[in-house]
């Protein structure tokens, strides 16, 4: 099977966890790997954005959710934001520009992340909520149709930061993932360690840049196949003539990949 | 003589250590308030939480709280169950202050925690005694205070050298290309956390968290801090009230929404003589939520104000008055 094909079905999987509530389950301990709004009606996943600015206002240490965090970020890194997140998936369908990313506003996504942890701090609220994307589809929406929300200026707030990064998605590719993801953030720290991660054949590789054309967070996966922006949907791999790019699931004890991959490149041909 | 050394040693000296431990360290139990200064306005209502570290060696039982509390302040425990706390746990009590007619001002209060120590066969009721100041302002939102909160600084040691640990295993990899120590610490962090997160019941708390929507927590409206002032008009048409109606005002302790529908609820109640109400805490009683229809979709939503005798739900605060009328069968 074709691996965007699979990686299809992991999203639609995803999407299917986000809103399994449908069914009538009720709210699960399980922490979603994603950005991925609580508050929607049909969640039965927590969402770790959310629960971090709680634990925060609490002043609890989050055991819970560290433990969680790192097994996400040990098993797959942003694996996740390209494999599973309903957000992301939504990113790719509105994915038409693939521009090259701005590295410097690609820390973004870090001062959204420390700026949610301190805002939720220093007012004792859920600041990043009020503004989420995420809670404005998941949650705004359908409570102003179930007679909950009404339109006011905390809906509308919603609204203008959900058309902003839907315009920024059509505008650039994994707009959101790219440069504002707290989440995204958080998984980005273990990108280089994970299990699931891209190796770099460098004797295969041509240099052909076939891969830096079609990767949707704007990288050369050619000489960036380790980068913190990385969300391993494999699009690289797939246009990879040479087989020089591999999506591969290992540990990365000097294994074979990074020995590959840190291989000096022959020029012998 | 050599084989009473032994005896004293090794069953004595170990059965003596806790003992001796317990009595020179201070006190046994250790408490934090929270919030340490109560602002209330008059008839107002406030909640005083007091978590509770047993740091001896040995369980402290019954454990009660009280207050002593100058004329016009009343004082209710919070129903907490605190038969028992174990060595080096943690526990909560709480009350609830509700002040009557009092002038505006700032007054002292003491809270008593009564509780019993066993070492062994001997058994002290011991009494500790903590000061509180409340103010009460008119002007104040009265609020329940937080449910769930810290504790001592100390709970942030094991998290710090887990920090400490890692930061030295990035070292390691970045400098010294040795990946194993990362991965070690890396893999006893999510079995660290995951179980003792679990042991600390967190999973719990998370799942209590989300599933329990405060409608201004993810931006559905905006949290109000004033107190509601009832319009001329609501004044009239609450006074016109034809039946006894109890109302039921359903929150969460954290819920930034909440002190504001109880206000408003209160205010209500204050010019109309047939409303009744009750506050009831969606943590402590989902089941009436559930039954009153304030869970949809499996998300208890809050504030959430009902006629006892059935009807419409109102959900937050937005434009509160005018539904509240509406719901009381007095609005136009």
Known sequence: MKLSRLRRIHQSLGLLLGFFGFTGIGMTHLIFPGLHCYACPLSITICPIGLMQNLVIYGTVPYFLVGTIVAYGLIAGRGFCGWFCPFGFLNDLLSFRKVRIKRAASFGKFLVLVGTILAAWAFADTMFCKVCPVASIEASIPYLFMGVAQVNRPFLIHMGTLVGTLVGMVIIARFWCRYLCPMGALLALFNRVSFLHLSLDRRACSQCAACAAVCPMGLEPHTEYDDHNCIKCGACTEACSLGALRLTLSLRIAGKAVREARAPRSDSS | ?332
């Open chain 2, 1 to 332: 003589m050599n084989r009473w050394w032994v005896v004293f040693v090794f069953v004595f000296v170990p059965a003596l250590l806790p003992a001796i431990c317990a009595h020179g360290q201070g006190p046994i139990l250790t408490y934090t308030l929270r919030p340490t200064q109560v602002t209330l306005a008059p008839g107002g209502t406030a909640g005083i939480e007091v978590e509770i570290h047993n740091g001896s060696v040995y369980p402290a039982d019954d454990i009660a709280l009280s207050a002593s509390v100058p004329e016009g302040l009343s004082a209710t425990p919070q129903e907490v169950d605190l038969k028992e706390l174990d060595p080096f746990k943690d526990g909560r009590l709480g009350l609830t202050l509700a002040a009557g007619d009092l002038e505006p001002g700032t007054y002292d209060l003491e809270l008593q925690i009564v509780y019993t120590y066993c070492i062994d066969v001997s058994c002290f009721q011991i009494v500790d005694k903590l000061p509180v100041t409340a103010v009460v302002e008119a002007g104040a939102v009265s609020s329940h205070g937080p449910s769930v909160a810290g504790g001592s600084p100390w709970r942030w040691v094991v998290p710090l050298v887990a920090v400490v640990v890692l930061v030295g295993a990035i070292a390691l990899w970045v400098f010294m290309r040795l990946r194993v120590p990362l991965y070690v610490v890396l893999g006893l962090l999510v079995i660290g956390g995951l179980g003792y997160g679990v042991r600390l019941n967190q999973q719990e708390q998370a799942q209590g968290i989300a599933s329990v929507l405060c409608t201004s927590c993810v931006g559905i409206e905006e949290a109000r801090h004033e107190v509601p002032a009832l319009t001329p008009g609501a004044v009239l048409a609450l006074q016109g009230l034809s039946q006894d109606i109890r109302l039921i005002v359903f929150y969460a302790p954290w819920c930034h929404s909440c002190p504001f529908a109880e206000a408003m609820v209160e205010e209500m109640a204050a010019v109309a003589p047939r409303l009744t109400y009750e506050f009831v805490n969606v943590e402590e009683d989902r089941a009436l939520a559930a039954t009153n229809g304030v869970i949809r979709s499996g998300r208890t939503i809050v504030p959430a104000i009902v006629r006892a005798d059935g009807g419409e739900v109102v959900f937050g605060i937005e434009d509160l008055e005018s539904r509240l009328l509406m719901l009381l069968g007095v609005g136009s």
